[in-house]
RNA sequence: UCCCUGCUAGCUCAAUGGCAGAGCGUUCGGCUGUUAACCGAAAUGUUGAUGGUUCGAGUCCAUCGCGGGGAGCCA
């Protein structure tokens, strides 16, 4: 096992004259007359570790098996670089080979790869520059999330993957059951027995953990959770997933404007904190995949977040002069055309719309006083739109009840939702954001599927 | 799901309906320190699938599959 220290990222920073082991993948090799360079990576760093090996050092037959894609050891001593590139670099003693990789057949060269080729080899393109750098940036990126709220007092809730309360409303379920698909249970009606399913009832995959987390936010103030989620629509986008993280944090004692006030904080901090962690990785993404994406990320950390009513916002969108694909009015919701307008042209920064036409927002949305708006909020980032979606609850017993009859809901499904707002209610506030977009806002990449491991999509679920 | 678009060598792409091409990678050779190295040579093809039109289809038509962009749904 390596130890801390014996990282490659170690040993670039390591002392000149000291003997060390290197284990990793060979990127690429340069042969000249009476010298080789061999480029090592380990995932530990951007920066390859350079590997000198002067003619003759290092036995014939391990040389030509030390290709690119190999997995090897080297052992050697550490020196100063006498080029231009990297300070250091390891003169060769030793390598020994732990996997050969046949140069005829590896895929990855150094150049030249489109994004959806490397996602076809989703097993090797962790290898590569640009898959390594989105890598290390998610592991960045989630730690940041847990400090930020950690740091905030927050407690993490586990809330559920798997549910049959059938009642979060947030989009198309998959369905989760052991019965025989083949030949399944009937009722006497003819229709799918579901007591005889797993849980004694239909059973789904989450598709948002704000009800539970709710649930803890009364009872730990506030709270949060981080976990995948589960949307059956058949979207087919650059930016949707079947399966996704998404962060939910939900605060007790908290209105609209500590809500807001939390999620510009929490953005400002979990960005800043990979510029510091990532400067390698991002100047990266900077150079090779979007040469914006430094400045907008400084940008968001240094400056407000504007604030914008939802009537406001119909009201410059309907004097821009533009003519839209979808009409601007008041009652209907924003398009991303619309949005798009407001964060990349009016605004240039990410955008925080609130308050919203009840009818398009949904049913646990706190009521505004003017009886027309609820107090939703929607924060928009230039280019990819909707970052986070959340509100202030509606915490009236007999408000959220008339809400639920009114929109026809399952009233019986939502009793523990009610009791919670029978038995020592408060008024509480909280958002989602899904982790993905937050990665393509800070990785400058262009489709969703290369933010995340293994991407699930509508007929894809590969790896 | 809808609209547009693409699918040719391992990869990225060319090819008026008329001989299947290049760059990169790979292999071999050269080069005294390279940085997406450089120079020379060679090998590499069921043109996504199935039908159809045609003397002749990579090219035109139909259906299907897969990818990309946009839209809807949303995070």
Same mark, same amino acid.
């Given at each position: 096992?390596?130890?801390?220290?014996?990282?490659?990222?170690?040993?670039?920073?390591?002392?000149?004259?000291?003997?060390?082991?290197?284990?990793?993948?060979?990127?690429?090799?340069?042969?000249?007359?009476?010298?080789?360079?061999?480029?090592?990576?380990?995932?530990?760093?951007?920066?390859?570790?350079?590997?000198?090996?002067?003619?003759?050092?290092?036995?014939?037959?391990?040389?030509?098996?030390?290709?690119?894609?190999?997995?090897?050891?080297?052992?050697?001593?550490?020196?100063?670089?006498?080029?231009?590139?990297?300070?250091?670099?390891?003169?060769?003693?030793?390598?020994?080979?732990?996997?050969?990789?046949?140069?005829?057949?590896?895929?990855?060269?150094?150049?030249?790869?489109?994004?959806?080729?490397?996602?076809?080899?989703?097993?090797?393109? &962790?290898?590569?520059? /640009? #898959? @390594?750098?989105? *890598? =290390?940036?998610? $592991?960045?990126?989630?730690?940041?999330?847990? !400090?930020? %709220?950690?740091?905030?007092?927050?407690?993490?809730?586990?809330?559920?993957?798997?549910?049959?309360?059938?009642?979060?409303?947030?989009?198309?379920?998959?369905?989760?059951?052991?019965?025989?698909?083949?030949?399944?249970?009937?009722?006497?009606?003819?229709?799918?027995?579901?007591?005889?399913?797993?849980?004694?009832?239909?059973?789904?995959?989450?598709?948002?953990?704000?009800?539970?987390?709710?649930?803890?936010?009364?009872?730990? &103030?506030?709270?949060? /959770? #981080? @976990?995948?989620? *589960? =949307?059956?629509? $058949?979207?087919?986008?650059?930016?949707?997933? !079947?399966? %996704?993280?998404?962060?939910?944090?939900?605060?007790?004692?908290?209105?609209?404007?500590?809500?807001?006030?939390?999620?510009?904080?929490?953005?400002?901090?979990?960005?800043?904190?990979?510029?510091?962690?990532?400067?390698?990785?991002?100047?990266?993404?900077?150079?090779?995949?979007?040469?914006?994406?430094?400045?907008?990320?400084?940008?968001?950390?240094?400056?407000?977040?504007?604030?914008?009513?939802?009537?406001?916002?119909?009201?410059?969108?309907?004097?821009?002069?533009?003519?839209?694909?979808?009409?601007?009015?008041?009652?209907?919701?924003?398009?991303?055309?619309?949005?798009?307008?407001?964060?990349?042209?009016?605004?240039?920064?990410?955008?925080?719309?609130?308050?919203?036409?009840?009818?398009?927002?949904?049913?646990?949305?706190?009521?505004?006083?003017?009886?027309?708006?609820?107090?939703?909020?929607?924060?928009?980032?230039?280019?990819?739109?909707?970052?986070?979606?959340?509100?202030?609850?509606?915490?009236?017993?007999?408000?959220?009840?008339?809400?639920?009859?009114?929109?026809?809901?399952?009233?019986?499904?939502?009793?523990?939702?009610?009791?919670?707002?029978?038995?020592?209610?408060?008024?509480?506030?909280?958002?989602?954001?899904?982790?993905?977009?937050?990665?393509?806002?800070?990785?400058?990449?262009?489709?969703?599927?290369?933010?995340?491991?293994?991407?699930?999509?509508?007929?894809?679920?590969?790896?």
């Amino acid at each position: 096992m390596i130890h801390k220290g014996e990282y490659l990222r170690d040993l670039l920073r390591g002392e000149v004259g000291k003997t060390v082991h290197a284990h990793g993948w060979v990127k690429t090799r340069r042969d000249s007359k009476g010298i080789s360079f061999i480029q090592l990576n380990d995932g530990s760093s951007f920066q390859d570790l350079q590997v000198v090996v002067e003619a003759g050092s290092i036995p014939e037959e391990v040389m030509k098996v030390t290709t690119t894609g190999a997995c090897v050891r080297v052992t050697g001593e550490i020196v100063a670089s006498p080029a231009a590139g990297q300070p250091v670099e390891l003169k060769a003693k030793e390598i020994a080979l732990y996997g050969g990789a046949d140069p005829a057949t590896y895929p990855l060269q150094k150049k030249g790869h489109t994004m959806e080729f490397l996602r076809d080899i989703a097993h090797l393109r &962790t290898r590569s520059n /640009t #898959f @390594g750098a989105v *890598f =290390r940036v998610r $592991n960045a990126l989630a730690h940041a999330i847990h !400090s930020s %709220f950690q740091e905030r007092g927050f407690v993490y809730v586990h809330t559920p993957i798997i549910t049959a309360s059938d009642c979060e409303g947030a989009g198309a379920m998959f369905q989760v059951t052991t019965l025989d698909m083949m030949n399944p249970p009937r009722t006497d009606k003819g229709e799918m027995d579901y007591a005889k399913d797993f849980f004694g009832k239909p059973a789904f995959l989450t598709v948002s953990g704000q009800l539970n987390a709710e649930i803890f936010a009364l009872a730990f &103030t506030n709270v949060y /959770t #981080f @976990g995948p989620t *589960f =949307r059956a629509e $058949n979207s087919n986008t650059p930016r949707h997933l !079947s399966e %996704f993280w998404m962060i939910e944090p939900e605060m007790a004692f908290c209105d609209l404007s500590g809500n807001m006030e939390l999620a510009e904080d929490f953005l400002k901090y979990t960005i800043k904190s990979v510029m510091e962690a990532c400067p390698d990785d991002l100047d990266f993404f900077n150079k090779r995949i979007d040469n914006t994406v430094l400045e907008t990320l400084t940008q968001v950390v240094e400056s407000r977040f504007e604030h914008v009513t939802y009537t406001e916002a119909v009201r410059i969108l309907e004097k821009s002069g533009r003519t839209w694909e979808f009409p601007v009015f008041w009652g209907a919701d924003l398009q991303s055309e619309h949005e798009r307008y407001l964060t990349e042209e009016t605004f240039k920064k990410p955008v925080i719309v609130t308050d919203y036409p009840k009818e398009i927002k949904a049913f646990y949305m706190r009521a505004n006083e003017d009886g027309k708006t609820v107090r939703a909020m929607d924060v928009l980032a230039p280019r990819i739109g909707e970052i986070i979606g959340g509100s202030q609850r509606e915490e009236r017993y007999d408000v959220l009840l008339d809400k639920i009859r009114k929109q026809d809901l399952n009233e019986e499904a939502y009793w523990w939702y009610l009791e919670l707002r029978k038995y020592g209610s408060a008024p509480h506030a909280g958002f989602g954001l899904g982790f993905e977009r937050l990665m393509l806002y800070l990785t400058g990449m262009k489709n969703i599927r290369d933010v995340i491991p293994f991407p699930r999509t509508p007929a894809s679920a590969d790896f």
